[in-house]
Structure formats: structure tokens, C-alpha cells
């Protein structure tokens, strides 16, 4: 594994066969990625370049690449797709699609996400990570950093390194990865589909609160609250979110949810399944104007054709016509209940005022009749 050479020629042409290797986009855990461009068809991805220098992790890492085969067929929109891998100069990689450069990490910095927002991106979330949990893949290292938004979609990156993520967050050798998402379980290497919920529990907490629940001087104390501490959410977050956040951070994996479609009926309990959701053709709207289209983005596509907006169009008049007319019969029914009761609750405080001034006077009278009364004079 030369990565001298690496940095020296990485820029050449045909560095990586069909692709032109552009500008570095960071590292993280595993390596480090940059941005690339298919040279036949001009198309933008990420690849990233994995840097193991342990030879034991460098053998898992082979073996985990054999499995991103497999990765590479799974096509959801919520999901960033695995488009290749291969190796150059000893350095293993993985080519992902390019998924922008906004991250639900970055769009957090500005402050949480207004409920309705957060329900939806989370929906969409979720909708990523059931599909992976459907073909036994867990992700093990879910965080908002690893969550892409872009066009009003969310997409789940990273996955394909998930055992790796398993076998080296016990080792603790953190300042490589964050403790923050982590479930309890994890430290004892036992961490499964429900290891995935507790990370989704915190990643909800985080859009409805701007930061995660628990926080400490040092990765341990952050490990130490995971494990014991209770939950305190702030007043700003209520039910539903409240109980479901509550059960997929769990301290035991069994009393989680016992699946990601569980944890979003409960959220968004009108969401259609991650099924549906993988056809649905438009965005939903919430999320729409917090993550607006980007400039020269294409429109949504039509969910029904010309023929079908021709015969939809008067139906759809009519029921929006006798919608806006329930509407207003019912605001007129409420204000004429509203107005007697209002009435009575006036005339009640004009009583009980009335009563006040009587009782205040008659004190009055008193207090100067005693005296006088005492002193012998009627
Ligand atoms: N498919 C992608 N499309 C666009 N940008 C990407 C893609 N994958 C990674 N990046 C960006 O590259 C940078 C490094 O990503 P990387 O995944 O290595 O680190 P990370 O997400 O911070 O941590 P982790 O290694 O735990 O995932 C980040 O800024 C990330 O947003
Ligand atoms: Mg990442």
C-alpha cells in the first residue's frame, strides 16, 4: 500500500481506469474520498480510498469488499448506491454515486429541524435503512454525517463497510469515530439490526433538538450516559416523538422496536411502506421547502398523466369545492356555540364582580359602624 505514490499520481489520467479523479472531499473513519468523474459519460461520483494499515484489518477489509458485490444491486432511493470498487497501488476502494455536498450534519448546524421536516427526512431515513435491514445488511454506524440531502431526498451513505465498523468501534480507538450515536451494546460487540434503531433513536433526537442527548468531556463519559442515563428531552419535544424515541434508544436491544418499519409507523404513522415510498415519484412537501430543489434541479415528475389530470382535474375541483364548504359550516357552527357560551362566561364576570364591590362595602360599613357601636352611640 503506497500511498506516496498515491498522492503523487492520483491526478494522472486513468489513475482509476474510465474516471477522472477531481477534488479531495474529506476523510473519515475508513479513508479517504474524492470526487470523480466518469470519463465516458461525464457523470460525478465519490470515490472512497480505504486506508488500513493494520494487516489484519487490511485481510477484513478484501473480505468485506467481496461483499460490496452484492451492495452494488441494491437500487433505492434512499439509499447511496455502490457503483464499483477495485484496487490501485494496494489501496482498496469503493466508487459511490456523488450525493452532494449537503449533509443532514451540516443542515443541523443551523438549528433543529421543525417537526414536521424532521418526521419527513426521518421517514425517508428509515425508508434507506429498512431496505438494507431487508437484505441482512446492518449499518453500524448511522449519524447525520453519513446522511445526504439533496433535491428534498435523503439518502443513507456509507454502508458498505458495516462489519468493518463492527469489529473496530470495541477497540475504542476513538477521534476515528463518535461515540455519539452509539449503542450500549456496540462496546461489547454484540450489536445487531437493533444496534441500528438505538443510532436512528439518537439521529431523531438530534433533528428534533439540534444536538444529541448525550454529551461529556470525554468519549468514555459519552459511552457512560449511552449505557445508564435517562433521556431528558426539552419541552420543544412532544408525542409522538417523545415515546418512539424513547423506545429505540432502549438500554436492552429487546426492548426496542423490533424493526426500522416499526420505529417509522410510529413516527409517521400515515407513511406509506418503504416499498411504496421506493416508487412514490414526488418528495413529500415538509421537507421539501427546508431542503429546496437545488438551482437547475429537475421539477418532480408527474405522478399521472395528461389523460388522467383531464378527468382528475373537475373531480378534483368538486372535492376541494365541498371541502373549503365543510370548512366554513363548520367554522360557522363553532363560532355559533362560541357565542352564547362566551356570553355566559361574561356575565358570570360581571356577577362575580358585582358580588366583590357588595362585599367590599358592606366591610366598609362595618368598619366604621364598630367603632362607633363601641363608643355607645347607635
Ligand atoms: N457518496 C458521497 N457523495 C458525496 N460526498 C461524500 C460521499 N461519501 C463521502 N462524502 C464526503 O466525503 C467526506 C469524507 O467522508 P467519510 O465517509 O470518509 O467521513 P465521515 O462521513 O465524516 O465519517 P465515516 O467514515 O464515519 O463515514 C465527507 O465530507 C463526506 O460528506
Ligand atoms: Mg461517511
Known amino acids: ?38 470519463t465516458s459519460i461525464g457523470k460525478f461520483y465519490a470515490v472512497k480510498f480505504l486506508r488500513v494499515e493494520d494487516e489484519a484489518l487490511r485481510n477484513a477489509v478484501v473480505r468485506e469488499l467481496e461483499s460490496v458485490k452484492l451492495l ?30 449537503r449533509t443532514l450534519k451540516r443542515v443541523l448546524e443551523d438549528g433543529p429541524l421543525p417537526a414536521n421536516q424532521a418526521a419527513d427526512c426521518f421517514g425517508q431515513i428509515c425508508a434507506g435503512v429498512e431496505a438494507l435491514h431487508e437484505r441482512s445488511i446492518v449499518h453500524f454506524d448511522l449519524k447525520p454525517a453519513n ?32 461515540p455519539y450515536y452509539m449503542a450500549p451494546e456496540m462496546l461489547k460487540r454484540r450489536g445487531d439490526h437493533r444496534s441500528d434503531i438505538y443510532s436512528l433513536g439518537v439521529i431523531l433526537f438530534e433533528c428534533l433538538c439540534g444536538e444529541v442527548p448525550f454529551r461529556g468531556d470525554t468519549e468514555w463519559e459519552v459511552l457512560r450516559k449511552h449505557e445508564s442515563e435517562e433521556i431528558r428531552f426539552p419541552a420543544a419535544v412532544v408525542e409522538p416523538f417523545r415515546s418512539a424515541i424513547r423506545q429505540a ?50 421539477p418532480p415528475v408527474a405522478a399521472a398523466s395528461p389523460a388522467a389530470h383531464l378527468v382528475l382535474g373537475p373531480v378534483r375541483l368538486v372535492v376541494e369545492g365541498v371541502r373549503q364548504a365543510a370548512g366554513i359550516g363548520w367554522a360557522i357552527l363553532v363560532a355559533l356555540v362560541q357565542i352564547p357560551l362566551r356570553l355566559l362566561a361574561w356575565a358570570l364576570h360581571v356577577a362575580v364582580f358585582l358580588v ?7 366591610v366598609l360599613h362595618l368598619l366604621f359602624k364598630i367603632p362607633l357601636i363601641l363608643v355607645g352611640i347607635p
Open 1 to 38: 500500500m503506497d500511498w506516496e505514490h498515491f498522492y503523487r499520481h492520483y491526478r494522472n489520467p486513468g489513475f482509476i481506469p474510465g474516471y477522472e479523479i477531481l477534488n479531495k472531499l474529506g476523510s473519515g473513519v475508513f479513508g479517504e474520498v474524492y470526487k470523480l468523474r466518469k
Open 356 to 362: 366583590m364591590v357588595l362585599i367590599f362595602f358592606i
Open 249 to 298: 434508544m432502549a438500554k436492552a436491544p429487546e426492548d426496542r422496536f423490533s424493526s426500522v418499519a416499526a420505529l417509522r409507523q410510529a413516527v409517521t404513522p400515515a407513511a406509506p411502506t418503504s416499498r411504496a415510498k421506493a416508487t412514490a415519484a414526488a418528495p413529500p412537501p415538509g421537507i421539501a421547502e427546508h431542503f429546496p430543489p437545488a438551482p437547475g434541479a429537475a
Open 147 to 178: 446522511i445526504y440531502l439533496k433535491d428534498a431526498i435523503a439518502r443513507v451513505g456509507d454502508y458498505g463497510l458495516s462489519k468493518l465498523v463492527s469489529q473496530t468501534q470495541h477497540s475504542l480507538s476513538f477521534g476515528r469515530g463518535t
Open 72 to 101: 452494488a444491486q441494491v437500487d433505492h432511493p434512499n439509499l447511496v448506491s455502490i457503483e464499483d470498487q477495485g484496487e490501485v497501488e494496494g489501496i482498496p476502494y469503493i466508487v459511490m454515486s456523488y450525493a452532494g455536498d
